[in-house]
């Protein structure tokens, strides 16, 4: 045992006298002082603001649709070497039921946007 922390004592002993010297040869970075520059954002019409939902509700749809096709591909997994377990059948079968609900409703989630934003365009 204590050769083990003399050996560590050791290493560290050297990478310490091996870096320390190196940390002085560090540059200065003169780094800008005060907040950062803001960008500005044009919302000035009802179009803006339904352009940036529909973007929101597309990649939420993309995001709920690959998060669903990943929990089919599971179910699958676990049906496929659930080796007449039923439990493991009975819980595959839960998962796909809950992955084409969630499809369903990312689906009714997408077209009610569309929906909405048919009705505010006209």
Known sequence: MK????KFLGSVALLSLLILPSLVLIDTAY?????????????QTYGDVINIIETI??????ILLTLAVIFLIYAAFLYLTAAGDSTKIDKAK?????AVVAIVVALLAQGIVLVAQSFVKK
């Open 3 to 6: 050769m083990i922390m003399k």
């Open 31 to 43: 780094a800008q002082v005060g907040p950062p520059d803001a960008q500005q954002v044009y919302i």
């Open 57 to 62: 509700a597309d990649w939420m749809l993309g």
């Open 94 to 98: 839960v998962i796909i039921v809950y």
